[in-house]
């Protein structure tokens, strides 16, 4: 069969094709940024359906977050002849897969396929009752230490033996604790999504060799942040006895940006060890930036120790010089931004979109919004989790949880105070201990014979009441079979409207509300399949774990033509045509990391922030403004700050680096400069 002309690999480069069709086994493309390595993927996908014969639902691909995979999807769809074959593609982020496994097999795991999914609040509280403490940052170390035995596939036994003084073992019993609750809320959390498939597909024969035929081909992108358990489950996934592993990762040691979640670049030389026959395949020409992009992204990373020798170079020519620019103080440093954004878009006839501001840390991010607000310039904000972590949307999503799995205790208790309905904290605490007892969900409880002696009618009846309200709808949605029809009727029937009025003030309770029509369209608009509304109608149950996962790393959806603000951690693999990056300073980034942390750590968390700057640096691919602060507002009272080491590592000349009194734009002088600005000759 020979290849369609769009699937051609036509324009790649030697040891792209090379990857593209290397079929004798395992292979990995280990490559700088922008290097083509996710194009490397999409490509090989459709040469996989196309010229090797695989179907398209036994090919899985991976990838770090849900919007990159919905933008894979796009362009293998682009690249196949018949575009509709990419629906049946995996094509999903370790964890969407995750999901997909535990639902089809969540029987083999004694675990109910409406499992609901806890959120990171939820686990918080979890782990803060039983540590009997509101010391939030004790409560965190445990949250971490927790998450971090589960992703090396640590058991709480193991932990416990393993235990090196007090603290840790009080932490591995908090952790035995809070996977018993966590079960018994039929629930799980977001580490467990990759854990539990994990731990089934080792024990499990059957299971194992269900997948392996069912995913013929894997894919992974990013490869260098998978942690211990993700690279596990590609190993279950790929190696069956007799049978040759089948897969292809790309990667960046360069890129490896996830450490504190427990990503380890080990994995990368594990590779190696794992599977002798691995070919290692290594791309240098970078197709995304200029070169004095490039050249201050490879001076920078020139500091860190060489995992494996690369260097990046660019056909694109010189370019803009990049610009520092030094700001009185991050008022300052929004404003400028705001404002230069707006020229140099005027300038260059380029679209909002065009444009991304990259910060280290969500709280830099109010500052600029307003900036950009005042400017009317409209933006979009991925890596904070502001959307969904919006009280009233939990609000919602708690009804939706509790819906399909009604042992979700956490749910539950959200869900019947909010509104309050006459159920109140001792009817609450009654009902917990007697659930409890009878070692069952609070729900359950609810009916369950012998709780009348504990609770008087008038406590009991709005008990009664709710789970009557909460099963008709069960009855409701599985009837539809689909979310959309519900959640009118669910609103209605809440009233959560009049409630946010009796609760707020009159503009509080508007923009919540607004905030609930926006995700109720949404979600709608998902389960309908979205806006083209060609897909499967989706369940309800799709939808409340579709948005557990949407709530992990990204917001929702964005405006068509708007500038993306982005964490750094967030803007992993994609590219911008113009990028300001700001904050640049010491204590920002590098980030000034846990002042507890022992001293021997430091370099290496230096090296981690530095992978970062070098990934903000490489987003961009034609121009990019570098901002820093001489002092920064916090709480109030103003502190120094020194301009970042990265600065001075991208060894720019001097006349790049030094911002001229005329380039910084004021309101005052703004008119003068947006017409020099505009007289300046357009670069190449
Ligand atoms: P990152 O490390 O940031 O994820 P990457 O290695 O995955 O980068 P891609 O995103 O695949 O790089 O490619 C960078 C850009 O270069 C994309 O716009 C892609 O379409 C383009 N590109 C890749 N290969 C080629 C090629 N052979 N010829 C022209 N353009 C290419
Ligand atoms: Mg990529």
Redesign the pocket.
Known sequence: MSASPQASTH???AP?REAIHYMDGPCLVL????????????TKIAKLIEEYGYEARNIAALTFTNKAALEMQERIAKLLKEPKQAKQLTVSTFHSLGVKILRQEAQALGLKDRFSIMDSDDCFSLVQEMAVTTDKQLIRRIQTAISLWKNGLIDPDTALNRAQDEDEAQAARIYRSYVATLSAYQAVDFDDLIRLPVELLRHNEQVRDRWQRKLRYLLV??YQDTNTCQYELVKLLVTGLGKKPMFTA?G?DD?AIYAWRGATIENLKQLQVDFPDLKVIK?E????SSTRILQAANAVIGNNPKLFEKSLWSEHGLGDPVKVMAMDDDEQEAEQVAILLSAHKFERRAKFSDYAILYRGNHQARVIEQALRRERIPYTISGGQSFFDRAEIKDIIAYLRLIANQDDDPAFIRAVTTPRRGVGQSTLETLGAFAGQWQCSLFEAVFKGGLEAKLAERQLAPLREFCTFINNLETHAHREGHAAGLLDDMMKAIDYEAYLYDTFDDRQAQSKWQNVIDFTTWLKEKGSGGKDGTDDERSLLDLTQMVALMSMLEGKDEEPDAVRMSTLHAS????FPHVFLVGVEEGILPHKGDPDAPADTLGARIEEERRLMY?GI??A?RSLHVTWCKRRKRAREYVHCDVSRFIKEMKLDEGDAVPTEEETITPQNRLANLKALLQKPRAA
């Open positions: 324009g790649l480069n792209q490559a700088g940024a922008g290097s083509g390595k996710t194009r490397v993927i999409t992108d990013e790309v960046d890129q791309l020409q970078n197709y995304r992993k693999g994609l590219e990934v490489t987003r691919q």
